[in-house]
């Protein structure tokens, strides 16, 4: 799934393309409305989240321009206007939706995924190798087999699913997952771990969650299925 950002406010562009990039999106980012509409004129884009005030050419005029010319990608306007009028404008220029800046990221979450389902995706899963996070259900799926996590495996297993193969040590875990005035140890992490790679290998999922020696711990894909978690 691709989606495309036209947002000028780089933090924000920026902000929304890491968090729908952890998702597992391909993302691009354009700064003004005229490069925004080039790209998004490609017809490769599931969905298109559009700012109205831009630089060059306007949200609504890139909305009206796309749907001139016959591109139906689902579009989310964001803009910092509230007024029913400027809805309205927006639902006419072609606009799917519409969001108010500034938005709780679980709103903009939910409205995605409406857009999305539309067409049959989800974003409230993540994906790695062979093997899929279902965020709603805490599930572990992989092809027709799949396991139920607990609420401190589920926290850990996200937490290592949106590092992205990136190392994250005990501490970082207990911290982020037991909070800081627990009374949890860094055992505690070993332990989830250890269920975790059981629950992994359980399913015949390809996702391993590696030991980097005095550092902490990463998910690699391995290439061979059969080979055993360490
Ligand atoms: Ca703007």
């Known amino acids: 799934m691709r989606i495309?950002?036209?947002?000028?406010e780089e933090l924000l562009a920026n902000s929304i393309k890491s968090l729908l990039t952890k998702k597992g999106f391909e993302v691009d980012v354009a700064y003004d409305g005229e490069t925004g509409k080039e790209y998004a004129e490609l017809g490769i884009y599931d969905?298109?989240?559009?700012?109205?005030m831009l630089p060059k050419m306007?949200?609504?005029?890139?909305?009206?321009?796309?749907?001139?010319?016959?591109?139906?990608?689902?579009?989310l306007m964001l803009t910092a206007k509230g007024e029913l009028e400027d809805r309205i404008t927006g639902l006419n220029s072609g606009?799917?939706?519409?969001?108010?800046k500034p938005f709780d990221i679980?709103?903009?979450?939910?409205?995605?995924?409406?857009?999305?389902?539309?067409?049959?995706?989800?974003?409230?899963e993540v994906r790695l190798g062979n093997t899929v996070l279902d965020l709603s259900s805490a599930?572990?799926?992989?092809?027709d087999?799949?396991?139920?996590l607990s609420a401190k495996e589920f926290e850990v297993m996200r937490y290592l699913f949106q590092a992205g193969g990136k190392i994250l040590s005990k501490e970082m875990i207990l911290t982020k997952v037991w909070g800081y005035d627990s009374d949890a140890v860094e055992n505690h992490v070993e332990v989830y771990i250890g269920f975790l790679r059981k629950k992994l290998t359980s399913i015949g999922s390809n996702v391993r969650i590696e030991t980097a020696r005095r550092l902490g711990y990463y998910l690699e894909v391995s290439e061979h299925d059969s080979k055993a978690a360490n």
């Open 58 to 75: 306007d949200g609504y005029e890139v909305a009206r321009r796309l749907r001139q010319k016959r591109i139906g990608t689902p579009i």
């Open 4 to 8: 495309l950002i036209i947002e000028d």
């Open 47 to 52: 969905l298109i989240i559009l700012d109205i």
């Open 106 to 124: 679980r709103e903009l979450l939910a409205c995605i995924n409406a857009l999305l389902r539309r067409q049959g995706a989800h974003v409230d």
């Open 139 to 143: 599930m572990l799926v992989c092809g």
């Open 95 to 100: 606009g799917d939706y519409y969001l108010t």
């Open 145 to 148: 087999n799949s396991v139920r």
